[in-house]
């Protein structure tokens, strides 16, 4: 079955910077879209970054100019690149992948077939 781990998180102060890593295994992810989901304590899980097969990207705004989405097919892995961090930021992160090549976005993430366990992200 798929299979997508995380891994990257951590604690940082605001001002910081980390990056997430999500491999993939088990199938060829070049062609699907992959996206990046966080959920803080209470809230409802919410759309970060995505990236298509074409590496198109979507950002919501609140990370727009802050995070980077990136892609390694030869790797089946997928990164995002956070910097100047606040602790809004402060979540657990999860990669999550979309097989279907109609749309490749954020939106809800019912859109989305598969999921990573996490990562945690504590800004400060």
């Known amino acids: 079955h798929v299979q997508l781990v995380e891994s990257g998180g951590g604690s940082v102060q605001a001002g910081g910077s980390l990056r997430l890593s999500c491999a993939a295994s088990?199938?060829?992810?070049?062609?699907?879209?992959m996206g990046w989901f966080r959920q803080a304590p209470g809230k409802e899980r919410e759309g970060v970054a995505a990236?298509?097969?074409?590496?198109?990207?979507s950002y919501a705004v609140s990370v727009e100019g802050r995070f980077t989405i990136s892609r390694d097919n030869a790797k089946n892995t997928v990164y995002l690149q956070m910097n100047s961090l606040k602790p809004e930021d402060t979540a657990m992160y999860y990669c999550?992948?979309?097989?279907?090549?109609?749309?490749?976005?954020?939106?809800?993430?019912?859109?989305?077939?598969?999921w990573g366990q996490g990562t945690q992200v504590t800004v400060s």
């Open positions: 088990r199938y060829t992810y070049s062609r699907a879209c």
């Open positions: 999550a992948v979309r097989f279907s090549v109609s749309w490749c976005g954020l939106g809800s993430p019912s859109n989305y077939n598969y």
């Open positions: 990236i298509a097969s074409t590496g198109s990207t």
